[in-house]
């Protein structure tokens, strides 16, 4: 079982910056994932990272923004978020999956999410 507890998430400006921190107890052998969800709209994928910190991906929306990092001592994965938009306006959750994947529907543990809200 892995449990999972994100923070981090606030009300900021368009531009900004802000950090998430995704703390994981429990068994830690898993990729690990940042997922977003808007009003009205479905759960999409923002950052993926590997198990050993060696591979990984992004949406298109957030390349260039966005940095996805893991410290697997403290069982800590983050995402940078910065120059921030309004339309990253979301509930931003973690998730673990036993394989490197993107899609949610195959992750196994998720997180109870952080809102984050981008004012412009």
């Known amino acids: 079982q892995v449990q999972l507890v994100e923070s981090g998430g606030g009300l900021v400006q368009a531009g900004d910056s802000l950090r998430l921190s995704c703390a994981a107890s429990g068994r830690t052998f898993y990729t690990m994932g940042w997922f977003r969800q808007a009003p009205g709209k479905e759960r999409e994928v923002v950052a993926v990272i590997s198990w050993s910190g060696g591979r990984t991906d992004y949406a298109d929306s957030v390349k260039g923004r966005f940095a996805i990092s893991r410290d697997n001592a403290k069982n800590t994965v983050y995402l940078q978020m910065n120059k921030l938009k309004p339309e990253d306006t979301a509930v931003y959750y973690c998730?673990?999956?036993?394989?490197?994947?993107?899609?949610?529907?195959?992750?196994?543990?998720w997180g109870q999410g952080t809102q984050v809200t981008v004012s412009s």
């Open positions: 998730a673990a999956a036993i394989l490197y994947q993107l899609g949610p529907t195959s992750y196994d543990y």
